[in-house]
């Protein structure tokens, strides 16, 4: 079974510039996630998605990040425009169903670097 | 609001020895919590769900228990490895409010494993 796939890996950017990631979920899974991972920290959750409804987009910054889940499996997360802050990484996380209760599938991340 | 600790921060312990990894959280509330592990560069894997009507999960070398009266988890690495070494983070899951499936982290504890 394919894991999370997320893209790109890196991405190094000037500050006041934008930025897009992807991520595309294990399939079936209705439930997405985007964490922030600041060097050190914890994730910090950003949005959630089930299927194409945001759930949760509390901790999102919304005058710079937006999230879209259009058809319900793939994701993107946009920031523009950047800031120096930003510099962190960027994990996607799914799960099966609509309960709380099974467990979190994470991709490898999008490592951001805003100079 | 839910508030996740892990302590240590950081642990340095020769190969063999067994070791317990803590953590705490403030909001008995949970779900469930779910212990991971992350090599750097790298995005999380899932070591154990603990479910909230559950003590104790085993895999392997790890056992992970779950208190949830006293707001405490504590993962057990037996025989730890060199290649044990690695940043052990663990997350609860809050029950109810606007705010289901939102996993909370902790900080994480950096585990190095020497020969």
């Known amino acids: 079974e394919a894991g999370v796939a997320q893209s790109p890996r890196y991405k190094i950017i000037e500050k006041r510039q934008s930025v897009a990631f992807w991520c595309n979920p294990i399939?079936?899974?209705?439930?997405l996630y985007w964490y922030q991972q600041i060097l050190g920290q914890g994730p910090k959750l950003l949005i959630q998605f089930q299927n194409n409804g945001v759930v949760d987009d509390s901790q999102l910054p919304k005058d710079r990040f937006s999230a879209e889940r259009l058809k319900g499996v793939d994701s993107t997360l946009k920031i523009q425009p950047a800031k120096l802050e930003d510099s962190a990484v960027y994990l996607c996380a799914s799960r099966v169903g609509y309960t709380n209760t099974g467990e979190l599938f994470f991709g490898e991340g999008s490592r951001l670097t805003v100079l | 609001k839910q508030e996740v600790t892990q302590i240590p921060a950081a642990l340095s312990v020769p190969e063999g020895e067994n070791l317990v990894l803590n953590c705490s959280f403030t909001d008995s509330a949970i779900y469930n919590l779910q212990w991971f592990r992350q090599d750097p560069g790298k995005g999380l894997t899932s070591l154990l769900l603990?479910?909230?009507?559950?003590r104790e999960q085993t895999s392997g070398r790890l056992n992970a228990s779950l208190d949830k009266s006293s707001g405490r988890s504590t993962l057990y690495i037996a025989a730890s490895q060199p290649g044990d070494s690695a940043t052990y983070l663990c997350?609860?899951?809050?029950?109810?409010?606007?705010?289901?499936?939102?996993?909370?982290f902790g900080q994480g504890t950096i585990l190095t494993v020497h020969p």
């Open positions: 399939s079936g899974h209705a439930t």
């Open positions: 997350a609860a899951i809050i029950a109810g409010g606007t705010s289901y499936g939102k996993l909370t």
């Open positions: 603990i479910q909230s009507s559950q």
